[in-house]
């Protein structure tokens, strides 16, 4: 009668022999495959990062440009105003020179 706790030499050979497939299997084609993705993974995080600074200046750009626009608004009403002060201000004292009333 055999003792079914205990496998035969036979089971235990197959085991070992498919032990060693399994592991041969893993090295050769699993490995590399994770090594692969984690790669590509490493390389999603560097893009990720690069856009979300690129997000980040545009906003900032944008932010600029606006700024930009109303300062340049604003100095050209400044520079028609100061025109307008001087042509206005006439002769002081016989003497014609600008007057600048800002």
């Keep these: 009668m055999q003792n079914t706790y205990f496998p ?23 490995v590399p495959k994770i090594q692969l993705i984690a790669e590509q993974h490493s390389d999603m995080i560097e893009k990720l990062s690069v856009t979300e600074e690129i997000d980040s200046l545009k906003g900032r750009i944008s932010t600029l440009e606006n700024v930009v626009k109303t300062h340049t608004t604003q100095i050209s009403e400044l520079k028609k105003s100061t025109i307008i002060k001087i042509r206005t201000s006439g002769l002081q004292g016989g003497v014609r020179h600008p007057v600048l009333c800002i």
Excluded: F, R, W, Y
């Design 8 to 30: 035969s030499k036979n089971v235990i050979s197959l085991s070992v022999c498919n032990h060693n497939q399994a592991n041969a299997i893993i090295e050769t084609v699993v």
